[in-house]
C-alpha cells in the first residue's frame, strides 16, 4: 500500500498506513502559514478492500465547520469526481471506502491543476477577441496570467473577474473555465451582443504558486491575498500589486471576485454594503444582479450568506471592497460551496466542477442584464 501527495497541488502527510483499516494522515499546513484545510493525494493497493483513512488533525484545521456534512471527493482517472462517505467526530475525518481500482485519488473539492490552467489560458488566446497579457511573475516564478477579451474603445465597460485568491477554492477556476468558454463562443448571442459595450479582463488563478504548492488559502509566503488590497506591496503579495496596478491602469465598471465557502452549503454573493461610497445606486445594481441570478437558475440564492458591514466598517484589505470603494463600481466576491448546494442536493458528485462551471455560464447573463446600467 503506498500514499503519496508528490504532485501538483499534493497536500497529506502520512502517520501511519500499514493496514487498510486504519490509515492515519494529517494535512500539511500552507507554508508559513496556520492555515491548512485542502488536502489531495493518492492510495494505490491491489488489495480492494475497505479501506478506513483518518485526517486525525481536521479539528484544528482553519474552518472546523467546513467538516460537518462534508463528504470527501474521490476519483480513479482525475476526470470524474465523485463523494465518499465521510464522517466528522469533532476531531477526526475519516473515509470509509473500497477501491474497485488499484488506484484512486482523494481531494477536498475537485483539483484544477495548473496545467489545466496554462490549457485554459492558452486555448483562450487562440480566439481573435482574446489577448493573453502576463502582467509580472509570483514569488516562485509563476506567470500572473490576464485574458483580455474584447477590444477596448471609448465608452465600453471595463468589466474584470478574478478568482481563486484562496487556491484551495478550486471551484472558483471551474467557475472562469465555464465562463470563458460561454464569452469565447461565437454562436452565444450574449456573448456577442456584450462584445457591443464591454471588455472583460479575468485573471482565472490569482494564485498559482499556492495552487501548486498544495495551499488551502495562501501564496508561497504564506499571505492571504483577499487581505491585501488596500496596500500590496512585491515583496508579499504580487499576484495583488501587479493585478491592482492593471486595475488602475484600465479602469473598473464592474469586479466579481470568486471563491469557495467551506461552511454553508449554498451559492451567494457578498456585497460591498459596508464602504465608505456605498449608496444606492450601488444597491440598485446590487440588487438587479441578484434579482437577475435568482431569475435564471435555481443553484443561487440570496437568503444565506456573509453578515452584512455595517455602513463605512467594510475591511478595505478586502478585493471586492477595496475595488467597490476605489472605483465606485458594483463589486461582488461570489461564494460557491464546498458541500453540497443543500437547494438541488446531489447524493453522487455534490456541488462539483461541472455545476461551477455552469454556473460561470450562468453569471454571463447576469452581467448581460446589468452592464447598461454600470455608468
Known sequence: MQISSNFDSGNI???????PGDIQLEIKHDHQSEFYQWFHFKLHNNDHCEHVLTIT???????????????AVASYDRIT???????????????TVTPEFDSMYFAYFAPYSYERHQDLIHQAQLDADCQLEVLGQTLDGRDMSLLRIGEPAEGKMNIWLTARQHPGETMAEWFMEGFIDRLLDEDDGTARSLFNSAVFYLVPNMNPDGSYRGHLRTNAAGVNLNREWLNPSM?????????????????????????????????????????PSYDDRHKALEDKFKDVLLAITPEFQDTRGYDKDEPGKANLTVGANWVGEQFKCL?????????????????????????????????????????????
Open 57 to 71: 488533525n481536521a479539528g484544528q484545521s482553519a474552518y472546523v465547520e467546513g467538516w460537518k456534512d462534508y463528504q
Open 235 to 275: 515583496e508579499k503579495s504580487p499576484e495583488v500589486f501587479l493585478v491592482t496596478e492593471k486595475m488602475k491602469q484600465v479602469g473598473v465598471d464592474m469586479h466579481l471576485d470568486i471563491h469557495g465557502d467551506e461552511a454553508l452549503p449554498v451559492n451567494f454573493v457578498a456585497g460591498c454594503e459596508g464602504i
Open 13 to 19: 502527510r502520512v502517520i501511519k498506513a500499514e493496514s
Open 331 to 375: 463589486a461582488y466576491t461570489v461564494e460557491m460551496p464546498f458541500k453540497d448546494n443543500d437547494l438541488l442536493p446531489d447524493p453522487i458528485v455534490g456541488w462539483n466542477d461541472s455545476r461551477s462551471a455552469i454556473l460561470g455560464r450562468d453569471t454571463l447573463t447576469a452581467i448581460y442584464h446589468v452592464v447598461d446600467d454600470l455608468r
Open 81 to 95: 469526481w465523485f463523494r465518499v462517505p465521510t464522517t466528522f467526530n469533532g476531531q477526526n475525518l475519516t473515509i
